[in-house]
């Protein structure tokens, strides 16, 4: 690749910062953000933590969620908006790293209606569908998830049947 971009003319400072690009994570920390991880809200994320971590804590676990998984991997999940912190200790209980976490809401064609003092929130890619928000009014919230968990479960019936 760094060939390719010599060969159009690139100068060498160019080459140098595009090739810093290719190896910097999707979710790595901005600048002045040293320690800082940002995750989607109701989005999961893979992230490497140190070896011989036995315990990670989590500052507020209604806005994440980590789980250590094999390999030196964990994966942190967004639950509520907001930031908290988390911390990976050995088995003698040393703090091995200590990050903070920031919770950002969804991106994309979030459409958000207003009726009255009642807010429904729309993912509209390439069709409104609903999508259920942190803030939204109550009964479309709970009418949404009803739905979710009645398909859900229906779903779950029919695959235990064909077994």
């Given at each position: 690749m760094i060939s390719v971009l010599k060969r159009f003319g690139a100068s060498l400072p160019t080459v140098v910062v595009f090739a810093a690009m290719l190896f910097v994570p999707a979710n790595a920390d901005a600048p002045g953000d040293e320690g800082t991880i940002t995750v989607t809200l109701d989005q999961a994320?893979?992230?490497?933590?140190?070896?011989?971590?036995?315990?990670?804590?989590?500052?507020?676990?209604?806005?994440?969620?980590?789980?250590?998984?094999?390999?030196?991997?964990?994966?942190?999940?967004?639950?509520?908006?907001?930031?908290?912190?988390?911390?990976?200790?050995?088995?003698?209980?040393?703090?091995?790293?200590?990050?903070t976490i920031k919770v950002k809401g969804p991106g994309g064609n979030l459409v958000t209606v207003y009726k009255g003092v009642n807010r429904e929130s729309y993912n509209c890619t390439p069709v409104c569908e609903p999508r259920n928000k942190l803030g939204d009014a109550q009964a479309y919230f709970d009418g949404t998830l009803n739905q979710i968990a009645t398909r859900s479960g229906l779903a779950q019936g029919l695959s235990a049947d064909n077994k």
């Open positions: 994320t893979i992230m490497k933590v140190p070896e011989r971590v036995a315990t990670i804590i989590v500052g507020n676990p209604l806005i994440a969620d980590i789980t250590l998984q094999p390999g030196n991997i964990a994966v942190l999940t967004g639950k509520g908006y907001g930031v908290t912190n988390m911390m990976a200790l050995d088995r003698s209980g040393a703090i091995l790293t200590e990050k």
